[in-house]
Nanobody, 135 residues
Framework: QVQLVESGGGSVQAGDSLTLSCAAS????????FTWFRQSPGAEREGVAA??????????????KGRFTISQDNAKIQDNARNTLYLQMTSLKPEDTSVYYC??????????????????????WGQGTQVTVSS
């Protein structure tokens, strides 16, 4: 099944930008819902942005709308073995500090639209990458 590896985390100042990457391998269909989640100690896991790969449809949490952009490497869509998801984060705030995870599940577009932010429904997860934003 698909495997995910995140990269790109780091420490930045408030107002800076950062782009996270999620390398997805071993997936043989583009009918996948990919979501970037984040979780801080003591806080609930939050879905921040999602993409339905087959249609390039995107979804965002209100907390990041207008600041974060999720995208995929279109050059690799035709290669069903791998894809790369990105989370471009701008105007970062201290409250964006968290461990960010990429997750995936094979789905329809409607399912992705309905359930993209519910982490318990995703069956493949990356290892996470830390993002720290200082004021």
């Amino acid at each position: 099944q698909v495997q995910l590896v995140e990269s790109g985390g780091g420490s930045v100042q408030a107002g800076d930008s950062l782009t996270l990457s999620c390398a997805a391998s071993q997936y043989t269909s583009s009918s996948y819902c990919f979501t970037w989640f984040r979780q801080s100690p003591g806080a609930e896991r939050e879905g921040v942005a999602a993409l339905f790969a087959a249609r390039n449809t995107t979804y965002y949490a209100d907390s990041v709308k207008g600041r974060f952009t999720i995208s995929q490497d279109n050059a690799k869509i035709q290669d069903n073995a791998r894809n790369t998801l990105y989370l471009q984060m701008t105007s970062l705030k201290p409250e964006d500090t968290s461990v960010y995870y990429c997750a995936a599940v094979k789905s329809s577009r409607q399912w992705c639209s309905d359930f993209w932010s519910q982490g318990s429904r995703f069956n493949v997860w990356g290892q996470g990458t830390q993002v720290t934003v200082s004021s």
